[in-house]
C-alpha cells in the first residue's frame, strides 16, 4: 500500500490557524474513510478528524470543539484539515490514514504504514 503524504504543517503562535493537505494514492471512494491523527511525543496516536466518503459525514474529537474543518479536494485528491484557534495542545506530528469508525470516533485498527507526516507547533 502506498503512502498517503502530508504537507502543511508549521510553527504558528496560539490563536493561529494552519492548513494540513493529505495526499492520497488512491481515489478518494477506493476509502472507507479518511482521517487525521495526531501524535505528542510520548504518546499514542489521537483521533482529529475523519471524512467518510459514500456521504462525506465528518467525524471529530471531542478536543476539536468547532475549531478544525475536514474536507476532501476533487481536482487535488487530498483530504485537507483547516485548524484555527490552535493551542498549545494541539502540537505533534499530524498523521493522515485509512480511518474506520468505532462508536463515532475515528479510528486506525492496525494500519501501520504511518508516513513521515507533518510537524504542528503552537507557541503559547
Known amino acids: 500500500q502506498v503512502q498517503l503524504v502530508e504537507s502543511g504543517g508549521g510553527l504558528v503562535e496560539a490563536g493561529g490557524s494552519l492548513r494540513l493537505s493529505c495526499a492520497l494514492s488512491?481515489?478518494?471512494?477506493?476509502?472507507?474513510?479518511i482521517g487525521w491523527f495526531r501524535q505528542a511525543p510520548g504518546k499514542e496516536h489521537e483521533g482529529v478528524s475523519c471524512?467518510?466518503?459514500?456521504?462525506?459525514?465528518?467525524f471529530y474529537g471531542d478536543f476539536v470543539k468547532g475549531r478544525f474543518t475536514i474536507s476532501r479536494d476533487n481536482a487535488k485528491n487530498t483530504v485537507d484539515l483547516q485548524m484555527n484557534n490552535l493551542n498549545a495542545e494541539d502540537t505533534g506530528v499530524y498523521h493522515c490514514?485509512?480511518?474506520?469508525?468505532?462508536?463515532?470516533?475515528?479510528?486506525?485498527?492496525?494500519?501501520?504504514?504511518w508516513g513521515q507526516g507533518t510537524l504542528v507547533t503552537v507557541s503559547a
Open positions: 490514514a485509512p480511518s474506520g469508525l468505532v462508536s463515532g470516533s475515528c479510528d486506525y485498527g492496525d494500519f501501520e504504514e
Open positions: 488512491e481515489a478518494f471512494s477506493d476509502y472507507y474513510a
Open positions: 471524512i467518510r466518503s459514500r456521504d462525506l459525514v465528518t
